[in-house]
């Protein structure tokens, strides 16, 4: 199997082709990546589960409101790309089974896998470098079960293949709520992924921030940024009764994505500084100067 150079149309794609890469650009089986298993007596295990609890047991429609009130004025900081991005070397993900690194490393991880498949797409660089950046709200008092991890639809029945589904939605009071435990809940069939409330996190708030300070980074690129964590709807099938068919070219790419995102998690860590000028001559390309966090 050869990874892509130029992505064809959605329908010559074959869908393990995009999730799947050569085991040669994983430090470890691909099988081992995303392990949800339980484990009482694994620390990082049993702090992936908790964080996924916290985070089911309280994303609602009502709280999600809240936190676009909270964090969608964009007067927390301001603060230059790089300021933002070094934020993230005190920041370990307490949902990612897969590293225990502070984030920057993986964002520059993601990025240098991006710029070697595709070098000739230098907003895809970009694009992997900042993808996480939207976890700086960790920094601002918002806990990481509302920033970090995998997010989902809320307004509607719960995806199946979320993980801990069976259990981690307990007390939920949206799951008693008929205008929003049904199969399309709040939503009309096929109104598009980009129509959905999502969960509360890093995904929808960098989004948000990009549009704000008017990125000029292209759509398809807001969007991998806006979806890289929908994991339910781009690897586990769920939700397809409320994507729209122009969806697809989303799905695309953000599944192209994911091979940059998942797979190049390990504990090699690149050589950050000498990285940085390359890194910053897209910044002032697409996203210059200070923005509004």
């Known amino acids: 199997m050869k990874f892509l150079r130029e992505i064809p149309p ?15 650009y994983a430090d470890k089986d691909l099988s081992k ?5 339980i484990d009482e007596n694994d620390p990082l295990k049993e702090r992936v589960r908790k964080t996924y ?7 609602t429609v009502e709280f999600v409101k809240g936190r676009h009130d909270t964090w969608l004025k964009f007067n ?22 897969d590293i225990n690194l502070p984030n920057i490393i ?20 970009l694009t992997a470098l900042i993808h996480d950046l939207g976890k700086v709200m960790a920094f601002y008092g918002e806990p990481q079960w509302a920033v970090v991890g995998d997010t989902f639809p809320v ?12 259990t981690s939605f307990q007390g939920n009071p949206d799951g008693d ?12 069939p096929h109104c598009g992924v980009d129509n959905l409330m999502m969960s509360w996190g890093h995904d929808e708030y960098m989004y948000q921030v990009l549009k704000h300070n008017k990125s000029t980074l292209p759509e398809v690129a807001m969007k991998i ?69």
């Open 106 to 125: 993986h964002a520059f991880q993601s990025a240098e896998r991006a710029r070697l498949e595709f070098p000739e797409h230098d907003w895809l660089h």
């Open 225 to 293: 940024i806006r979806f890289h964590s929908f994991y339910p709807w781009h690897c586990g099938g769920d939700y397809e009764h409320l994507a729209a068919p122009q969806d697809e070219e989303t799905k695309k790419w953000v599944l192209t994505f994911n091979r940059y995102d998942l797979y190049t998690k390990s504990e090699t860590i690149p050589d950050i500084d000498a990285l940085w000028p390359y890194y910053q001559s897209l910044i002032d390309k697409y996203l210059p100067g200070e923005i509004s966090f």
């Open 33 to 37: 990546f995303r392990d949800y298993s």
């Open 76 to 97: 927390h900081f301001k603060a230059t790309v790089r300021e933002a991005l070094e934020k993230l070397n005190d920041l370990i993900d307490e949902s990612d089974p």
């Open 53 to 59: 609890r916290d985070m089911h047991l309280n994303q």
């Open 155 to 166: 307004g509607c029945e719960w995806g199946d293949s979320i993980v801990y589904r069976e």
């Open 177 to 188: 709520n008929p205008l929003y435990n049904t199969k399309y809940g709040m939503y009309e």
């Open 10 to 24: 959605v329908d010559l794609i074959d869908p393990s082709e995009l999730q799947r890469p050569e085991p040669k």
